[in-house]
């Protein structure tokens, strides 16, 4: 298996651009969750699904963050309008109910950096 | 409600000298626990797992994790430490539900000397 797969490796873009993070979840799993990571808040989970259907958001930071899974082999992360403060790796994870495990599988993130 | 609490931030041993990253959870539910490692620019890679089964666990890389119940800790050790162990040290508490989900700690900075 391939893994978690992310894209683009490495974002950079000016302010007020929208940025769109690209998420392939390990074939199988149901679950799939998104992390920011800084060094001045560590590891932040953002928001995750359940087969495909949001089930907390609650880490969402604002408006201008939105994620959509339209199926189970993909989920995007959205930033509309980007600001410097959003610079981060961001993480890809999914993760499956099988055998209740439930240990999550990392992608190898997205370096976002806003000018 | 689950919570986990990563006792030291930063912990530096010798090469070749035991390691011991402490961690203590809270969970309504019987848990599963994980620690993951973070080496510098790379993703979190799963180290070990504990899932009610044995409560020492074995993972990769020569570490292992006891499952205290009564003490509610779930300890990270490993014999002797390796330069290439130098690294993040995330431990995790999951609830046992299907859409319970993962509670990370803080982290431990793990430096290892020459």
């Known amino acids: 298996d391939a893994g978690v797969i992310q894209s683009p490796r490495h974002e950079v873009t000016e302010m007020g651009q929208e940025v769109t993070l690209r998420c392939k979840p390990i074939?199988?799993?149901?679950?799939l969750f998104w992390y920011r990571q800084t060094m001045m808040r560590g590891l932040e989970l953002l928001i995750y699904?359940?087969?495909?259907?949001?089930?907390?958001d609650s880490g969402m930071p604002e408006d201008r963050f939105s994620a959509k899974m339209p199926n189970a082999s993909f989920s995007t992360l959205k930033i509309q309008p980007s600001e410097p403060r959003d610079s981060a790796v961001y993480f890809c994870?999914?993760?499956?109910?099988?055998?209740?495990?439930?240990?999550?599988?990392f992608g190898p993130g997205t370096r976002l950096t806003v000018t | 409600a689950q919570s986990v609490t990563q006792l030291d931030s930063h912990v530096s041993v010798s090469e070749g000298t035991p390691v011991l990253l402490r961690c203590n959870y809270s969970?309504?539910?019987?848990?599963?626990l994980f620690w993951y490692v973070q080496h510098p620019n790379k993703g979190l890679q799963l180290l070990l797992k504990y899932t009610s089964a044995a409560t020492l666990v074995k993972g990769i890389n020569g570490f292992e994790a006891e499952f205290k119940k009564s003490e509610t800790s779930f300890h990270l050790t490993k014999p002797s430490a390796h330069m290439s162990d130098a690294a993040e040290y995330f431990c995790v508490v999951r609830g046992n539900t299907n859409a319970g989900k993962s509670t990370f700690g803080d982290g431990t900075t793990l430096t290892v000397k020459p």
């Open positions: 969970s309504s539910y019987s848990p599963s």
């Open positions: 994870a999914s993760s499956s109910a099988g055998g209740g495990s439930y240990e999550q599988y």
């Open positions: 074939s199988g799993h149901n679950s």
């Open positions: 699904f359940n087969n495909n259907v949001p089930i907390d």
